[in-house]
């Protein structure tokens, strides 16, 4: 039993160190979000790797209104990285999947960086069809 879990413990390290190590990459983010700060050149380094495929909230918004994450969209604002937002504040390997505008708007979950400053701000009214696409129907 604890040979199993000291297996399981060391493919999830040399998993993230495969992330820190190779970091991610995708396609570029769209050109009318730009980041509030300077972007660092992406790493000539950096292998390409698959990302994961959209996320959609819809649960407490329902369809029309659904949040769609692209981790294309985020990839180039964070350098590249997975490890910009994973683990914190996103967990990949156990990911909880909830986003509400209440802790967002607190600096939690997408608030961390889509606060204002870094990026627009979950509180800006103005930006809310950035984020809640919808699903077509």
């Known amino acids: 039993m604890l040979g ?9 390290l040399g998993a993230l160190a495969s992330a820190a190590v190779l970091g991610c990459a995708g396609g570029a983010a769209p050109a009318t979000l730009q ?4 972007l660092p050149p992406p790493r000539a380094d950096v292998e390409l790797v698959s990302l994961p ?5 819809d649960r407490t918004v329902g369809a029309e209104m659904a949040v769609v ?3 294309t969209s985020h ?3 964070a350098g590249r990285r997975c490890i910009a937002c994973h683990p914190a504040p996103f967990r990949m390997l ?6 509400e505008h ?6 939690g979950s997408c608030g961390s960086c889509h606060d204002g400053q870094r990026a627009f ?16 129907p």
Do not use: N, Y
């Open 4 to 12: 199993a879990v000291r297996r399981r413990m060391g493919l999830w």
């Open 35 to 38: 980041p509030a700060q300077p």
């Open 53 to 57: 495929a959209d996320l959609v909230f």
């Open 69 to 71: 994450f692209r981790h």
């Open 75 to 77: 990839v180039e604002f």
């Open 94 to 99: 156990a990911p909880e999947r909830k986003a």
């Open 102 to 107: 209440p802790e967002m708007d607190e600096g």
């Open 121 to 136: 701000a979950t509180t800006d009214e103005e930006s809310c069809e950035i984020c809640h696409v919808g699903l077509d």
